[in-house]
């Protein structure tokens, strides 16, 4: 996608593409509001999701916990279109810095 400026639904269609094609589902089988690791996915997946949200998106050096900090499609969704618009994001899930 490489969009300049992405809406945040394109940043959660990335994630659910990405999240789906690492759990071996369809995107229309994943729940955005399920824990990463109900699909199985491992830290090597992670890297893998976090490579494709780089590319697809423009980040570049994204926080390295970011994908176990917000383990959700929806919560991580969240996270990444803060750091895409510049703004300050949380480093825990329930929002702690």
Do not use: C
């Amino acid at each position: 996608m490489s969009t300049k400026n992405p809406t945040i639904d394109d940043v959660k269609n990335v994630l659910v593409r990405a999240v789906a094609a690492e759990a071996g589902i369809e995107p229309a089988e994943l729940a955005t509001d399920q824990p990463f690791t109900s699909y199985g996915l491992d830290s090597m997946a992670a890297l893998a999701v976090g490579m494709e949200i780089e590319d697809a998106l423009g980040l570049t050096d994204p926080p390295v916990d970011l994908l176990w900090d917000h383990p959700t499609v929806d919560t991580l969704t969240e996270a990444l279109w803060k750091l895409l618009n510049g703004e300050p994001v949380a480093t825990t899930a329930d929002g702690r810095r």
